[in-house]
């Protein structure tokens, strides 16, 4: 033993893309921001990697606590910071791997997706764990020691399969322990009081492998995230000091890493002062993996058969109406939890044996395939090279593609069980639309390639799903998720020939999970869509119009097969088209039009394509500038003080309440 002290840094967002298009959907309520991931970075990851603290001598010193604690960041939240903060993602990666021990020391990997393990199908179970050590592998070139449990729900069959991978421990709350046993000694009943939480313990599994398993500190662990006891790094420093030496072990403070600057402002600051006092001031070791690399756990733990750290009923929390909640109303049923459960639950009971099935006509193993299918994810393998790989004999194209979409479909299937869907009290909110959409995507795959269609069986089990904040149910739900994010390859053919038609150079390549390419021939538009997860290719000629000042009109095969409006092009077109529109032909200038826009709708009431140019726009990914927010804020005004139209009412509004510092989510 040896006495030690640190933190466990728990990073973690939902996936929050638009699963068609593989674009971050726009978030309202994180106004400024285009979404809930941007503000959260800005508060907290971006300060995290690098922090500022007074020096000994009253100079600043950079302080990087992530080399020196423990920390995980779910795969979901990963992704996006490589893509869209990768200033972050590259500051997180140099940290922890120049650190010694490296990544394995300080870096838990964790599941794909964040899914309650203990729900979830045993086969689905080994994949989610390989796909994220697939991304581990990929992101630190070396095997993970570690790996954190969503919600930190677990029981003996979970950890097998962590073991069973290599795994060589971790991180639960003390509330999960039932007995403890000492070398040789008799089982002790322990509650989260009375357990010894500094000490590493030993989980003995059904075939005689074991499993290592680390508690957090329950009491400060609670008052860190839940208390003030942030507010002051040296105090807390010398609290947890206090404590490692009284014990000589680990005292490890385990919270959501959003907690230090996103949920308590300053937090950040708070614990690098007392993680660099720890350090400096009571020469402690703060690093988990590191510590543990000196333990060999002799005393045993017997864990509650099914537990998690944010339920009291074991993993009920996210499947049934238990009582754990937040940010339940007087009135409002979690009675919606079981049958979302249940849809989702035959969704992948009667999509998995087709899945299984299509693929078995093209790959040697389906159940390799599947499991084999996380490197592509991570990027370690390319598409098509992964399929040559499994196939049974060389692939065609066709035979790539069905490959490909059958595994995406899979993936879609794993990504619907996203934990957060049963989380908060209501069904009617961004995070059950995300696995819906999920659920779509693979159901629009599945009918596509095998031309079945299961979505009436589907959205009929979702009936009994009611929110009560929005007082819609079943059918409506899913509508309201899916209609307007819904995507087809001709769909985004036409965005790209609007775009191409209006802002010329400037019109992308590339569009989230699509490459573009577009060549003019007379008044027709050739638009070459590829969707490269699946290698899926599509030609469709349009015909673009522009009929009024942000209104664009789309056909194809001369207009007798269909017709497109700007409604439904997405928003991050909308934005591009109205830029050009305001600042010329290939203007990507959103102050400035944001700026002309306000000045025209200070002037005239607004029009419906107005309106939707105007959210298009605020809500444009970008860092927004003061500029900009007062350019919104003016446009706003006038255009809620002298509208009369409907059709962008809800956004407008909404947007309007984040501005007068009214409520926000998150
Ligand atoms: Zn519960």
Known sequence: MGAAAGFHLHFYQPPRENPWLGLPSREVSAWPFHDWNERITAECYRAMVAVELAGGDGAPELYEPLGRSSVDVGPTLQHWLDRYAPDVGDALTDQVTSAPGGAPDLV??????????????????SRLVAWGIADYQHRYGVAPRGMWLPETAVDLATLAVLADQGIEFTVLMANQARRVRAPGGAWVPVDEASLDTSRAY??????????????????????????????????????????????????????????????????????????????????LATSLGTWLRGETPTWEVELAAVSAWSCAH??????SDCGCVTGEQPG??????????????????????????????????????????????????????FVVEHAVEPPDDA??????????????VLYSFTSCAWFFADPGEIETAIVLRYAAVAIDAVRRLLGEDVEAAFVERLAPVRSTNHGIAGEAIWRRAVDLVRTTDERVGAAAAAEFATCGLAARTSRGHYDLAVARDDDVLVVTTTHRPTTRRRTVEFRVRRTGPFDWRVTYG??????????????????????????????????QALSQLAAQLLARPATPEDERALVALAGAARVVSPIGQAAVRRALLATLATRESKGWGEELVGLATVLDGGPVGG
């Open 399 to 412: 035979a790539t593609e069905w490959v490909l979409e059958l595994c995406e479909a899979y993936r879609n």
């Open 314 to 319: 074991g993993v009920e929390r996210w499947r």
């Open 332 to 385: 409002w049923s979690l009675d919606w939890r079981a049958p979302l459960r249940e849809a989702l639950d035959w969704l992948r009971a009667t999509l998995g044996p087709r899945i299984d099935e299509a693929l078995a006509s093209r790959v040697r193993s389906p159940d390799a395939a599947l499991a084999d299918y996380g490197r592509v994810i991570a990027g370690t393998v390319l598409p098509a090279a």
């Open 202 to 283: 030993r989980v003995t599994l059904d075939d005689g492998a074991s499993i290592t398993v680390v508690f957090g500190q329950p009491d400060l662990s609670r008052r860190v995230a839940f208390g003030g006891l942030i507010a002051d790094g040296v105090h807390l420093a010398d609290v947890m000091a206090d404590a490692a030496r009284a014990s000589d072990g680990m005292v490890l403070v385990v919270a959501d890493g959003e907690t230090y600057g996103h949920h308590h402002h300053f937090g950040d600051l708070g614990m690098c002062w007392a993680l660099r006092r720890l350090e400096r001031e009571h020469g």
């Open 558 to 591: 001369n207009g007798r097969e269909g017709v497109f409006t700007t409604a439904d092009f997405g928003e991050d077109v909308v934005a591009r088209l109205a830029m050009s529109a305001l600042g010329g032909e290939g203007s990507v200038d959103v102050d």
């Open 108 to 125: 838990l990997a964790a599941p794909l997706v964040h899914a309650i393990l203990p729900l979830a199908r045993p086969e689905d179970q």
